[in-house]
T-cell receptor, first 118, second 116 residues
């Protein structure tokens, strides 16, 4: 079974600064996908960034980037130039690759609440 | 609508009652998911539909929970004999069939269920 662990329940950062959220996971699969989702107070989960495990290059989306360490099973999210609108709960998630009879089921971590302070 | 729509937004019921939660996915999305999110936790998978059929219902906690999607669009999650432990936010998500394998799920804002 796969597990996802986020060990930081809460984080805070000053506006315009950089913050890193941690995530570790456990799996016996060799190929899979990893995600960071954002959940603002509206409750709607929004995809922030996606990483395919067989790609060595770390994914980047504007101010968001990941540090994917496959051997260590670590997948951290870096938010640069933090903005007040980044305040939300952030979830790390795992999904099996389609070659593993994948039904698109996401396994989420417990979440990290990020507060961006003005 | 442009996004995934869930109704009701909030539902308060008494222990033992029956509830229905509705999800209207994005038009054209054949894949539909239900997740349950308890307070302070990440969402947990309940069930996945591909079209009208439940392709994976391994996350349903017990036989009090049931979901249908009769015409391959709107889905209803049904909970019988509700218990206080069923209190949670129930999230619905949809995606294009091909995107099932890439995690591009579009979520609704959820239905918050409170069982007194």
């Amino acid at each position: 079974a796969q597990t996802v662990t986020q060990s930081q329940p809460e984080m805070s950062v000053q506006e315009a600064e950089t913050v890193t959220l941690s995530c570790t996971y456990d799996t016996s699969e060799s190929n899979y996908y990893l995600f960071w989702y954002k959940q603002p107070p509206s409750r709607q989960m929004i995809l922030v960034i996606r990483q395919e495990a067989y790609k060595q290059q770390n994914a980047t989306e504007n101010r968001f980037s990941v540090n994917f360490q496959k051997a260590a099973k670590s997948f951290s999210l870096k938010i640069s130039d933090s903005q007040l609108g980044d305040t939300a709960m952030y979830f790390c998630a795992f999904m099996k690759h389609r070659s593993s009879s994948n039904t698109g089921k996401l396994i989420f971590g417990q979440g990290t609440t990020l507060q961006v302070k003005p | 609508g442009a996004g995934v729509s869930q109704t009701p937004s909030n539902k308060v019921t008494e222990k033992g009652k029956y509830v229905e939660l509705r999800c209207d996915p994005i038009s054209g999305h054949t894949a539909l998911y239900w997740y349950r999110q308890s307070l302070g936790q990440g969402p947990e998978f309940l069930i996945y539909f591909q079209g009208t059929g439940a392709a994976d219902d391994s996350g349903l906690p017990n036989d009090r929970f049931f979901a249908v999607r009769p015409e391959g669009s709107v889905s209803t999650l049904k909970i019988q004999r509700t218990e206080r432990g069923d209190s949670a936010v129930y999230l619905c998500a949809s995606s294009l069939s091909g995107a099932v394998n890439t995690g591009e799920l579009f979520f609704g804002e959820g239905s918050r269920l409170t069982v007194l």
